[in-house]
């Protein structure tokens, strides 16, 4: 087997490991992290004081790392990481005017990820998709489970 086939097994890992890790750590706060600073601190202020977007996020987090590592409903969990690695992108390099390595380099696995899952993503991509009617659903009996 090429490294070609591989390499979204390796990228899905290295995303989802420190989203796990991350994510974790906003619950379990075993990584220090140093209270931010400046526009930072202004910014990370207004988040913490809404109560539930950090707890939301790091749960998040949680969940889309773990499906990343199983390898199961890894467009879902790309789709729903997309808004957060951008923000995590435009955090480190608006607000603490540092394009930090990890937020870059997640940001490529995340499109890498989204190039090789590519096939699954085709229907939500259409320009003018077409809902469903029951006509449409009743003459196509697909199972839910394959």
């Known amino acids: 087997m090429s490294i070609r086939h591989h390499a979204p097994t390796v990228a899905r890992?290295?995303?989802g490991l420190p989203l796990v890790v991350f994510g974790l750590?906003?619950?379990l706060n075993f990584i220090p992290v140093p209270p931010p600073e400046g526009a930072a601190a202004t910014f990370m202020g207004g988040?913490?004081?809404?109560?539930?977007?950090f707890p939301l996020l790091k749960a998040t987090e949680i969940v889309t790392g773990l499906?990343?590592?199983?390898g199961r409903f890894v467009p879902l969990a790309l789709t729903i990481l997309a808004p957060i690695v951008l923000n995590i992108v435009a955090y480190h390099g608006l607000v603490l005017g540092a394009g930090l390595p990890l937020p870059l380099v997640m940001a490529a696995l995340g499109i890498f990820l989204a190039w090789s899952y590519r096939d699954s993503f085709r229907g939500v991509l259409a320009a003018k998709a077409k809902p469903v009617t029951s006509d449409d659903a009743s003459s196509k009996s697909v199972p839910l489970h394959a």
């Open 25 to 27: 750590n906003g619950f």
């Open 13 to 15: 890992v290295l995303l």
């Open 47 to 53: 988040l913490a004081a809404a109560g539930y977007f």
């Open 67 to 70: 499906l990343l590592l199983s």
